[in-house]
């Protein structure tokens, strides 16, 4: 039979057990904690990469301007437009600045609005192709077409309709008519074709149009937006943007070598959409 000092010394050894065990487990855990930590400290975090968001008119018409420059003076800029491959773009031409029926039929843009119907419709036809010299310079033999618009005015780096107005011609320019009325053939924006390519991508001067019924009685104001989006291709020689010499003693001419992805027709004053056309 166990005496009551026996007792008190049995308790406090195992008060003394209990104890140590708990310190133990408090040590353990402290150690599994500061494993954890250090282990998180050397794994690396993997970075997400972010999409850079489409370069716009403003971007484009800029790098053509430097393009520009390096061919006037005879600097290789192929490594410098490497960055430039691949990049998806959306560039706004805008039309439509003037009245509705004071271009003629042979204008490449053009809208018009009747007022007892609600009917609004809207035209805008590929300025550039193979038959221009420029284009035909920068492609050579390795494209069967090219097709695309040639700049009115490429030093408007938004699209806006211009406080001045040129009643000759939209911001597009015009096609057909005297050399007066041609659009200047500075900078444009294009797809170049192979024979071995897909023929359904091809508009061979189909214009981009359509007609829609507004719902109120109020025409547009401030024009349309042509909407170009896709990506930007490299040419043959590296460059996405191929400058030549387009007359003597003028500026060169540069192209913009894109896909194009969606091609659509806003209004400037309230951006809706009134068609779209895909690649697809």
């Not at 039929?105 to 550039?128: C, G, H, I, M, N």
């Not at 420029?134 to 700049?151: D, H, N």
């Not at 070598?257 to 806003?266: A, K, L, P, R």
Request: charged content about 20%; aromatic content about 6%.
């Amino acid at each position: 039979m166990l005496t009551v000092r026996q007792t008190l010394s049995t308790a406090a050894a195992a008060a003394t057990l209990l104890t140590g065990a708990c310190q133990s487990g408090e040590g353990d855990k402290q150690a599994a904690n500061s494993a954890n930590a250090a282990q998180q400290q050397t794994v690396p975090r993997l970075a997400i990469p972010v999409p850079k968001p489409p370069l716009d008119r403003d971007q484009l018409l800029v790098a053509s301007l430097r393009a520009a420059t390096a061919f006037a003076a005879g600097i290789d800029d192929t490594q410098l437009q490497k960055s430039l491959a691949d990049r998806k773009f959306e560039f706004r031409i805008r039309f439509g600045c003037e009245a509705p029926g004071k271009q003629s039929a042979q204008e490449p843009f053009d809208w018009s609005y009747d007022p007892k119907t609600r009917a609004l419709k809207v035209r805008a036809t590929p300025t550039l192709s193979l038959k221009d010299a420029p284009v035909k310079a920068v492609a050579g033999e390795a494209f069967e077409t090219v097709e695309g618009f040639w700049l009115r005015r490429p030093w408007l780096l938004s699209p806006v309709c211009p406080q001045v107005q040129d009643d000759s011609v939209a911001d597009s320019g015009s096609k057909g008519g005297s050399s007066a009325e041609l659009p200047q053939q500075s900078v444009g924006i294009a797809q170049f074709f192979t024979k071995s390519g897909p023929r359904t991508l091809r508009r061979s001067g189909r214009p981009y149009e359509a007609t829609t019924r507004l719902e109120t009685d109020r025409p547009p104001a401030g024009g349309f937006d042509l909407v170009l989006a896709g990506r930007l291709v490299a040419l043959p020689d590296g460059r996405v943007i191929a400058c030549t010499r387009s007359h003597a003693g003028e500026q060169p001419a540069c192209l913009i070598s894109v896909e194009f992805g969606t091609v659509s027709i806003e209004r400037a004053d309230t951006h809706e959409q009134l068609a779209a056309w895909g690649s697809g």
